[in-house]
């Protein structure tokens, strides 16, 4: 393998760059020249794609304030699809971008996300290594990686553009890209079996987008719910305010059984067993006290199953324009598809 290597200052040259609305302006912090960005999700992208089966994407980052995320990107399909790994004051967070919108509250706990101690208001070095099946993000000048991806959610797609990504103020320079040898990462597949022992909802059927005066012609589509659990509506319709769907699955249980149903779910929800209404509440981002992020114990619901076919339907609705979705636990031990 004959070994290249790309150098981008990202203060003059940006010819080489597709900047779209993103407002992206050369300028300086603490004494080095950068590319400053201050748009909300705002990816600039290489005119070129990059042709190498493995590389290293590396830049130096800054984050000036209490609140800024600054991004690597590869792999993208479109404007509206790709790779994203970002640094926030404080974590690491994976977090792909599925049909235009972050889906960070889907995609959360260690096998996405990695704490750090507070990175605000000094440069550092941010780096992936992107694989065939997955990537190493390695930060600051550390040889042991911060957090492996072991399941890209487009699919492995390494091919495609590559560029920085931002959200509200933040600082970028010197990008590199670099082929590197291939080194495997055991992909990660979705565990059905595993999650249905859990008792986790793994089909679901998504209707059509709600319409303001109620459903009409309403279609449905058959999805599964992703490796954690969780149903990402992301990959169906794009989130943003206002947008609302239907969800629903039947099972056949052998016994009346009374558990206890948990459920998370970003951002609003409610939520009708055998037809009658069982939960509705909000969830979304607004920190401190909340963080938008969907976990399968949020909420808990007394329930008395009935003997044969029993229904679980929910109407999730949008109020932001990040993912979307839910995760429903029966607490069923032996639940059959109907």
């Known amino acids: 393998m004959t070994a290249g290597k790309q150098m981008y200052s990202l203060w003059d040259d940006l010819d080489r760059f597709d900047l779209g609305d993103s407002g992206a302006i050369p300028s300086e912090w603490n004494g080095k ?10 990816a600039i992208y290489l005119r070129d794609e990059v042709k190498y089966d493995s590389f290293r994407l590396q830049a130096e980052v800054a984050i000036p304030g209490e609140v800024g995320f600054i991004g690597l990107v590869f ?7 790709y790779e994203l790994v970002y640094l926030a004051p404080v974590e690491i967070q994976y977090d792909p971008v599925i049909n235009g919108s972050m889906t960070w509250q889907i995609y959360n706990g260690p096998s996405y996300q990695r704490p750090l101690p507070d990175t605000t208001g000094a440069w550092h070095k941010f780096s992936l290594e992107v694989q065939s099946e997955g990537a190493r993000v390695f930060f600051g000048e550390n040889t042991e990686p911060a957090l492996i991806i072991t399941r890209l959610q487009h699919g492995g797609q390494r091919l495609g553009k590559v560029g920085v990504w931002n959200f509200l103020p933040s600082y970028i320079r010197n990008l590199s890209i670099e082929e590197i040898p291939p080194a495997s990462i055991e992909p990660e597949a979705t565990d059905f079996s595993k999650l249905k022992s859990e008792s986790f909802i793994t089909e679901w059927y998504v209707s059509s987008p709600l319409i303001q005066d ?3 012609d309403q279609t449905w589509t058959k999805a599964f719910v992703e490796e954690n659990g969780t149903l990402n509506i992301n990959r169906i319709y794009q989130a943003k305010p206002g947008a609302a769907v239907v969800v629903k699955s039947d099972f056949v249980i052998e016994e009346e059984e009374e558990t206890v149903l948990s459920l998370g779910y970003s951002d ?19 920190p401190p006290s909340h963080d938008g992020r969907i976990r399968p114990d949020f909420a808990n619901v007394p329930i008395k199953w ?28 032996n639940a059959g598809r109907n």
């Open 75 to 81: 792999g993208a399909k479109d404007p509206g699809n």
């Open 306 to 333: 009935k003997l044969g076919v029993n229904s679980i339907r929910a109407e999730v609705s949008q109020r932001e324009s990040f993912g979307w979705g839910l995760t429903v636990r029966t607490g069923l031990s």
């Open 214 to 216: 109620g459903a009409k």
């Open 268 to 286: 609003s929800i409610r939520l009708w067993v055998n037809d009658k209404e069982v939960y509705q509440g909000d969830w979304c981002w607004s």
């Open 33 to 42: 020249k950068a590319l400053y960005l201050e748009k909300m999700n705002s």
